[in-house]
């Protein structure tokens, strides 16, 4: 990546491999633009000066240790975690001052680790409240569960292979059929940019399988922000991984850059 | 309101209303430590704190009854072995409640609020029974009757100085308990990582009584403590409950510091309005204060950021 | 409890139409049938406090909110009403033995010789009423904006609304001149004219009260089928996958919060009228906590539930204390321990486990399974 913004770091690693991007320190073509965020927790820096650049339709990994800061960077992109310093830009929109719900709005979608959804609704209630109408008080007293609603709700069951269950509760669900019922919820929100926090963690093999070939189905004309710990999955998926340790950027690039570089040896096996 | 004094006479009403502030610090922070133990560390709410605290002033009632009719000559000390018979009294019973009701509650504590405010009726029914509906009041040793006569106008009343000395007391075994002894240290542990604390070995169901059952102990005391400057009625309990919880709020429930230093501020404006508008007027102003300034700073004034 | 529930399109279900007719034929047909007018204006009394039961249901069994001060609505709106009849009742020639006459006689008694600004628009009925619902809702939208914004929520919300409740309580006594104090405000006598002391004009009321309460249940209903009710279930599971699905979950608390308080103060105006007059004694921290259990007993989940639990509970303290005045306190607690350690869902819970699967069972041979009137699930944190 060459766009290098003139106010950050130069001595993060950029990989060359992407050519022709105009150096530009405003870079209007990326969906997201990370700049020297950091965050602090009572003097611990969780993140700390980091910077990285999303495309759109660009499927990134995030990797890293444990305590590396994966999940605040998520946090902090949807506005979960407030950051002490630094910004986040969408599409040209600083992030870092809206509201939680104003963000989603602007099309950041966003998976919990554990499987997050409404265990006293069904399935069909819990993809219904997702569906991007009636989101304010009157509208939400008002809204109709009309025609385009089902419909839109019955495509996206089918997709996370739900169809058949949509009036069971969702508390009667297995594992993996509530992170499929969660990754269906943000479907239907359709955000430009989706973060998955470990899609597949605690899922078996045959689960896995289908999540990749869901994950590769849902990835059209958006850009995706994964988490996630098995390199496999990362390999079948990533089109660029961002490495993070101790709240720093450690490497980026290609997966084959990533496992090359002895900093992420060092770290994942030097110990 | 202040031209009718004069300087000096407004500085003794200062340091006299600062002492009566003081004897209510006193009772607050006695009874918001044990609170602060339960809550703060365990996340419980104990809605019949005040009737824990009312054991102990009826403990400390009769033995003092006891002292009279029995060993009058041993009777200047009485208050001692109240003490401890009250700790023992409320502490035992709050391992009960702990055994038969809070344990089943830990992961619901809406409903944890709504049983133990069940037990404060069931308690100040049992209360008005059994010790009838009537306030008492105990006699006071003759050692702690009387006032110092400081300058020509401030006074202090030695019992209030006791309650006070008792308080420093209490808190600073509290504050030792909490961060040197084994127990705190279990506690915290359990606080922070219950599973992990229990996969070290650290009996976690017994911690949790233990922890109750101080709580409750130490109310206990402050019910002793409350004897020597006020008396006791079944219901004396509900009276300071929602002013403790608010002491215990407004310091940051975790933070002991916090407790101390809120119980002080509460009741220090409380008792230094109360000398110049009427009580109720002054409570309201103290109160509406405190709410404000929580919903400016729920987390309380005494907490650090952490990740949610 | 089936796990298979259909989703709700239409706006009530049979069962729900069915348990509806039957509280109503309790309510409007029964009780006024079987009933002396003297107990019929207590049953009235305790339907007043079904209003904040409800209201519970909602804020709390499906919001999530757990309200210890809504004692505070309650006394809002029955103060609001008892100031315009205060007012009526003060008229100058019914005054005149005072030494400032046309001004109630507490006023009077604490040498006020004026009437107070904040009293001088209840002399208009229309004011009132409008008064009524809308003092104790905005008070309700400002105490719920400033603690729900700033994400306080939880045993905090209760422990503020608790002491909001204690203030009050201690500012209406404290300020006699203006409020009645602890007396509150007594000796009401007649609306526009009309003697509400008479046994004819208490079985109007009641009759009132009952439309006014089923009204509030058929909005009740339409606000938990709407989209709203699903969202208030969602916020209560897992109020941060709500946050980021869109919204603003602070506008929601508000919502329901300033809802549950409307409720309350149509019931405190109701009380005023049928009871004849309003005191601190409904506003404090022990009713508020009590009316909480109408709505545990009932089952928190349940709006048909909060009526039939504000009526049972009402009629045992009745009961209790003419009969046994001591044991009444050991029952009430033992009642908040034994519904929250064994019956988190209250009666509601108990006739959906046993009663209703029977019904089900008697009713399938005519068709299909009716689906149950409501959601029980796991116990509201």
Request: a neutral charge.
């Amino acid at each position: 990546m060459n766009a290098q913004p003139t106010n950050t770091q130069p001595s993060h690693e950029i990989s060359p491999q992407r050519p022709g991007r105009v150096s530009d320190a405003m870079a209007p073509d990326f969906l997201l633009t990370v700049e020297g965020l950091t965050v602090s927790f009572d003097g611990f820096k969780a993140v700390n000066d980091l910077s990285f650049y999303v495309d759109p339709n660009e499927i990134r990994v995030i990797i890293g240790p444990n305590g590396a800061g994966k999940t605040t960077v998520l946090d902090l992109i949807c506005g979960r975690t407030r950051a002490t310093a630094g910004s986040i830009q969408f599409k040209g929109r600083e992030l870092t001052k809206m509201s939680e719900n104003g963000i989603v709005l602007a099309g950041v979608g966003r998976k919990f680790q554990t499987p997050s959804i409404y265990e006293d609704l069904t399935v069909f209630e819990n993809l219904e409240i997702s569906f991007p109408r009636g989101r304010s008080v009157f509208g939400a007293l008002t809204f109709r569960r009309d025609a385009e609603v089902r419909d839109r709700i019955e495509e996206v069951a089918h997709m996370i292979f739900l169809a058949d269950r949509l009036q069971t509760r969702a508390e009667f669900l297995s594992h993996g059929q509530k992170q499929w019922l969660e990754i269906g919820m943000l479907l239907i929100q359709d955000p430009e940019l989706l973060m998955l926090d470990e899609p597949v963690a605690g899922m078996s093999v045959a689960e896995r399988k289908k999540t990749a070939e869901l994950l590769n189905k849902i990835i059209v004309g958006r850009s995706v922000l994964v988490i996630e710990h098995d390199m496999k999955f990362v390999e079948d998926i990533a089109h660029r991984v961002t490495v993070l340790h101790q709240g720093k950027l450690l490497s980026e690039g290609s997966i084959a850059h990533v496992k090359s570089d002895p900093k992420v040896i060092e770290v994942y096996l030097g110990h | 309101m202040f031209d009718s004094y004069s300087i000096s006479e407004l500085g003794s009403i200062f340091v006299m209303q600062g002492f009566a502030g003081l004897i209510l610090f006193s009772v607050y922070l006695l009874m918001a430590l044990g609170l602060a133990i339960i809550f703060g560390q365990m996340g419980v709410i104990n809605m019949a704190h005040g009737e824990f605290m009312i054991l102990g002033a009826y403990v400390t009632y009769f033995t003092s009854q006891a002292f009279q009719h029995f060993l009058p000559a041993l009777f200047p000390a009485y208050f001692f072995v109240a003490m401890a018979l009250a700790f023992v009294a409320s502490g035992t019973l709050g391992m009960i409640v702990e055994w038969g009701l809070i344990r089943h509650l830990y992961k619901r504590p809406l409903d944890t609020l709504l049983a133990t405010w069940g037990l404060s009726l069931i308690l100040q029914q049992v209360y008005r029974s059994v010790f009838g509906p009537r306030e008492v009041g105990v006699e006071l040793p003759a050692w702690m009757m009387g006032s110092l006569k400081l300058t020509d106008t401030i006074e202090v009343q030695i019992n209030g100085l006791f309650v006070m000395t008792l308080t420093v007391i209490i808190t600073a075994v509290v504050a030792v308990m909490m961060f040197r002894s084994r127990w705190g240290m279990q506690v915290r542990a359990v606080v922070l990582n219950r599973m992990m604390a229990s996969a070290v070995g650290i009996n976690t169901e017994r911690v949790d009584r233990l922890t109750f059952g101080i709580g409750c102990g130490i109310a206990g005391v402050a019910g002793s403590a409350f004897t020597m400057i006020g008396s006791t009625g079944p219901t004396a309990g509900q009276l300071y409950i929602v002013d403790t919880f608010l002491v215990v709020v407004f310091g940051g429930a975790q933070s002991l510091i916090g407790t101390i230093l809120s119980a002080l501020s509460i009741s220090q404006t409380q008792s230094t309005l109360e000398f110049f508008l009427s009580g109720s007027i002054a409570k309201v102003i103290t109160l509406l204060g405190v709410v404000g300034i929580l919903m400016l700073r729920p987390q309380g004034l005494f907490t650090l950021k952490v990740r949610r | 409890m089936n796990p298979e529930t259909t989703p709700r399109t239409g706006f009530l279900t049979r069962s729900q139409l069915v348990g509806i007719a039957l509280l109503a034929l309790l309510i409007v047909v029964l009780l006024p049938l079987t009933l002396d007018i003297f107990r019929l204006n207590l049953v009235g009394k305790y339907l007043t406090y079904a209003f904040v039961a409800i209201g519970l249901v909602m804020c709390w069994g499906y919001g999530g909110i757990l309200s210890l001060g809504q004692g505070i609505f309650f006394g809002l709106g029955g103060y609001c009403m008892a100031m315009f009849l205060k007012l009526e009742a003060s008229s100058v020639e019914n005054t005149k033995i005072q030494s400032t006459p046309g001004i109630p006689d507490f006023m009077d008694w604490n040498q006020l010789t004026a009437l107070p600004w904040f009293w001088k628009p209840f002399a208009s009925f229309p004011f009132t009423l409008v008064a009524v619902i809308l003092v104790p809702t905005l008070f309700a939208f400002i105490i719920g904006t400033a603690m729900f914004r700033r994400r306080v929520g939880g045993v905090y919300f209760g422990i503020i609304t608790q002491a909001i409740a204690a203030i009050l309580t201690i500012l209406i006594i404290g300020q006699q001149g203006y409020t009645g104090g602890i007396n509150g405000i007594t000796d009401l006598r007649t609306l526009h004219g009309w003697d509400i002391r008479t046994d004819h004009a208490k079985f109007i009321l009641y009759f009132v009260n009952a439309a006014l309460l089923f009204g509030v249940i058929g909005l009740c209903f339409l606000v938990r089928q709407s989209k709203l009710g699903r969202i208030l279930v969602a916020m209560r599971d897992k109020e941060d996958r709500v946050r980021f699905s869109g919204y603003d979950v602070a506008s929601f608390k508000i919502f329901v919060f300033a809802f549950a308080a409307a409720l309350s103060a149509i019931g405190g105006a109701m009380f005023t009228l049928q009871v004849g007059f309003m005191s601190p004694s409904f506003v404090g921290i022990v009713p508020s906590v009590e009316m909480v259990i109408y709505t545990a007993v009932g089952g928190r989940l349940s709006i048909l539930g909060a009526v039939y639990g504000t009526l049972l509970v009402n009629f045992a303290k009745t009961t209790f204390s003419e009969s046994f005045p001591e044991l009444w306190l050991l029952g009430l607690g033992g009642l908040f321990i034994a519904v929250v350690l064994a019956f988190p869902a209250g009666l509601a819970g108990i006739y959906d486990s046993h009663i209703a699967p029977r019904l089900a069972k008697w009713f399938s041979r005519k068709g299909r399974t009716p689906t149950p009137a409501m959601p029980v699930s796991t116990p509201a944190e």
